[in-house]
């Protein structure tokens, strides 16, 4: 059954893109063209033991007796070489063998990839969308938190740890003093995120004086350490709004309120000053923004690319910076070619 | 003649690794083995024009008649997939297609690699050296620059502009006044070179108020702006120097003063800080340091881990920290491996 499926040409490469809150799901031919794409929810219950049950069961009925060929998963953790997972703690696991657990669900299919799954949206990105055309592209992932990928050559580096692509975790601002979920203080996370920009627009709020002082809590960050800032004098929607998100910051700046576009200018500048670092670090060919937060379009890019040339290390200045061209399918497209690219190597 | 020397087994690997005072050389044979290696002076007389084929005299003149299957070079400048160099600016050289200049000299070598210096000594240490046993490492060279190198899976990243490895410039301290060579201020390089680590000494004497006011001169840093500095009162033997460099630090650290300790310690909080981005970047398994100021050995790595530690994300805090095995001889090293993973897929 196994080298049947694998050496069938109309056989199926499946994907499945483990999130928080749904599972995204994906049938590909062998060339590469998805034929079918849902999802389901993530099952929270019992540490999230169904999570995987639930995928099979449904990779199972769309595929509909069509063999599968091979299967690539990417999930919210750190995966090792041995497909160990570690730290999925947003979907209940404890370290888990992947290979061992979805080869009991599913023993019929030959091939079977895993891994982290901002990286596989990197590899999607870089296969078959924005990246399309460059050899190496580092994917930002741009929501809740701040994640990423590396891609380079067709393949992701997912590091010794697991960590590449953890670039939430860059310290752009050693002099913080509130502490970052991860226990260290200066995180990129903290300024870039969903939660961070909003967290930035509160910082230039306190320091024109618009809230109390005991809103200066734990929650607040200390953006002044890192940037001189010159606060607008005219009056920002921002001071009277009950309560704002990441979209109501970037709508105000479009609209012209310059404290909104301050901070939106200030989140650029925070990630623009860690992308310098990853430039000197790998180098790569071009920048790939995905994630909830890249809906904000040209004006959070033109922000980033600002930022970037205000830090970037002169040999690398002219590196791209695009909005990821797949959205929320870039990961099941990288599962497909993560998949693809071992069933190759059989 | 070319076929005859690629599948010639008692044919030599060639290694050349160029750099500003001198050319190091080696002979290897089909199974890595060191033959013979030296050093010729470097050219710096009319651009620099001279070097390439005072290299390839002395490479054939060592060889003595027995063919040359493959040749590696290592320069000190960014060299891009079509093996031009740009930046090769400590050595005089104009932008220079390297392959086309090799070609006319040594038309009989089927086989000619190029790489940056430093990746070229990463691939070293991580194929034959201090990473032998590992699948990735990041080689850090300190000396009269800060420069690096990343290798994974048996091959050199380079990046999209031959900057990857560039970690001198991963900017540390973006609220510095003093501008780095390349222009921007707060390189890493200002900090953790072996000037670097003279002008921290002399940061902390101003602060200490040992030195007049008018030394505050453009070469002078301003690192507490990145840390709270507790300067130790009892005097220290750098107050009276003349003058001092890296290894003075060092020795006087080693022999116990205070202020020379802690510029040793600002030093490796420094390079922990860059090192602790690259580890969200890419991860690596090893990091490796070389160059000059690694002579410094246990004081200057129990340094670095101090502060890697201070700063590492918290799942790639156990990367291991090595001084390299290699020496001076990691570039000639990693040069065969590059030659020899070309002729691989010849």
Redesign the interface.
């Known amino acids: 059954m196994e080298k049947q499926a694998l050496n069938n040409e109309n056989a199926y490469i499946a994907a499945a893109d483990i999130g928080g809150t749904s599972i995204k799901l994906g049938l590909f031919s062998r060339e590469h063209r998805l034929i079918a794409s849902w999802e389901i929810p993530t099952d929270p219950a019992e540490n999230g033991s169904n999570i995987l049950p639930d995928t099979a069961d449904s990779l199972l009925r769309h595929a509909a007796g069509v063999p599968i060929a091979g299967l690539g998963m990417g999930v919210p953790g ?1 995966v090792d070489r041995q497909n160990t997972v ?2 999925c703690t947003n979907i209940g696991w404890d370290t888990t063998n992947l290979e061992n657990a979805v080869r009991a669900l599913l023993p019929d299919i030959p091939v079977l990839a895993f891994g982290n799954d901002a990286s596989v949206a990197a590899l999607g990105e870089l296969c078959f969308g924005a990246g399309r055309n ?3 592209a580092y994917f930002i992932t741009l929501g809740t938190g701040v994640g990423g990928g ?1 891609a ?1 050559g067709g393949r992701v ?15 752009i601002n ?2 913080e003093s509130t502490a970052c979920m ?3 203080c200066g995180c990129l996370e903290q300024y870039a995120s969903a939660n961070g920009i909003v967290r930035l627009a509160h910082n230039l709020l306190r320091i024109k004086g618009c809230r109390p002082v005991e809103d200066d809590c734990p929650g607040d960050v200390h953006i002044e350490r ?2 001189d800032i010159d606060i607008p004098d005219d009056e920002s929607r921002l001071e009277h709004a009950e309560g704002f998100n990441s979209k109501d910051i970037f709508k105000l700046a479009d609209s012209g309120d310059r404290l909104a576009g301050l901070t939106v200018e200030l989140f650029g500048r925070c990630l623009g ?2 992308m ?11 920048y790939i923004i995905g994630g909830g937060m890249s809906k904000a379009g040209k004006t959070l890019v033109n922000a980033v690319k600002r930022g970037y040339l205000s ?1 970037a ?4 200045r ?2 791209e910076i695009l909005i990821s061209g797949l959205g929320n399918q870039a990961g099941i497209y990288g599962c497909a070619a993560m998949a693809d690219r071992l069933m190759s190597c059989k």
């Open positions: 750190a570690r730290n460059y050899d190496s590396y380079s580096i997912s590091g010794a740890n697991g960590a590449a692509g953890e670039i939430g975790h860059i310290l050693p002099g991860c226990g260290r890192l940037f000053l860690a310098s670092s990853i430039s000197c670090s790998v180098d790569p060919e071009v830090y290390y002169p040999p690398s002219d590196t």
